[in-house]
């Protein structure tokens, strides 16, 4: 059964901030989403309002509007912004302090830690209810160092990995995981972050909180675990972008993983990268030429981002980039996954040998 939560979204949501309430809204096996605090879109369909289609999940003014209009109680309250500055506002605390004292459990994804917060923890034990650090490190004793062993790995390990934060990898990661099950395979999805974890992946750790040391180790021990199910293929999440000055995870990831094929996605009307208007975006084919380089692989095809686009524009987008790169590229939440698909099957035959050729790809 899935258990019963609100998010709280304030002025994020369906922006790059908001990505943890946009992915949950989107997909989720862990939780089942009642209702997404944010004043600014307050009386609007979650689903219509990111995606132009509904869901039945309403949005709502606050969190007491929320109690007062929903038939129950939920029994979670997810934190679900994912701003750069890791830290909670006074007035973010209060409302987080009122849904401890309503009876929520508390889900919080940010790196600063609710459960070290005193009034938030002394308030959880008094009304009885925990406090989850989804990006809390384990104890370093249950932690992975690197060993290589990943290495020795045949079956089929895919990246989504991109060019900025907050693009849509890990949307692209779960939709081709969901297309490869559909068509009969065994897939299994890698999670790198907070949200992942937060949808219900089994699989997985947030590895922006973890030192250096245990960042590759932990990836590869994730596919390792998964591999214990004997996949017939592996999807990880990226993080952030190889080229990005301000992060790192792109590195572990590669390094972890040592995928078999990249997939790249990018937002073609990005001007400069999330959170640093000083950064310009790099340009595909350096982004291309660099995760080549580093990983000793290739990027097998590209999928696009759409914020800010018409219809029209992706149609042209993807036109233009298939001429220019020789690679399917799609648009996985406008379109659908079978380009990828059948790239997989021309890369790894053995996937589906024993099945019919994929369907034909949507447009």
Avoid: W
């Amino acid at each position: 059964m899935k258990k019963s939560a609100i998010i709280y979204c304030e002025n994020e949501f369906g922006k790059l901030d908001g990505k943890v309430a946009n992915g949950l809204v989107r997909h989720s096996n862990k939780y089942e989403i009642l209702g997404v605090i944010d004043s600014s879109k307050s009386n609007l369909d979650a689903g219509e309002y990111l995606d132009g289609t509904k869901n039945g999940i309403p949005i709502f003014q606050d969190f007491n509007q929320a109690i007062q209009l929903l038939d129950h109680i939920p029994e979670y309250f997810i934190y679900g912004i994912a701003p750069l500055e890791s830290s909670l506002s006074e007035g973010e605390k209060k409302i987080i302090h009122t849904a401890i004292q309503s009876g929520l459990h508390i889900v919080n994804g940010l790196s600063e830690f609710l459960s070290d917060d005193p009034v938030c923890s002394n308030l959880a034990k008094k009304h009885n209810v925990s406090i989850f650090d989804v990006r809390k490190p384990p104890s370093k004793k249950d932690l992975h160092h690197y060993t290589g062993k990943i290495q020795d790995v045949n079956t089929p390990i895919i990246t989504v990995l991109g060019t900025d934060c907050a693009v849509g990898k890990r949307t692209t990661a779960l939709k081709l995981t969901e297309a490869l099950k559909k068509e009969g395979l065994s897939a299994i999805f890698i999670t790198t972050g907070q949200t992942g974890i937060l949808q219900g992946s089994k699989y997985g750790i947030a590895i922006d909180v973890l030192s250096s040391g245990y960042a590759s180790g932990e990836v590869e021990n994730a596919i390792l675990e998964a591999l214990k199910e004997k996949p017939d293929i592996i999807i990880v999440e990226g993080q952030g972008a190889l080229s990005h000055p301000a992060f790192t995870s792109s590195c572990a990831i590669i390094r972890g993983a040592m995928p078999k094929a990249i997939i790249l996605q990018h937002p073609p009307k990005r001007k400069t990268r999330c959170d640093f208007p000083q950064i310009l975006m790099p340009t595909i084919d350096d982004e291309i030429k660099m995760l080549e380089t580093f990983s000793g692989t290739k990027v097998i095809a590209i999928t696009i981002n759409h914020e800010s686009m018409t219809d029209q524009e992706i149609k042209g987008t993807i036109k233009q980039y298939e001429e220019k790169y020789q690679l399917p590229v799609t648009d996985v939440l406008k379109n659908d996954c079978s380009k990828i698909l059948i790239k997989l099957q021309e890369i790894f035959p053995n996937l589906i040998s024993i099945k019919p050729p994929l369907c034909q790809p949507q447009e």
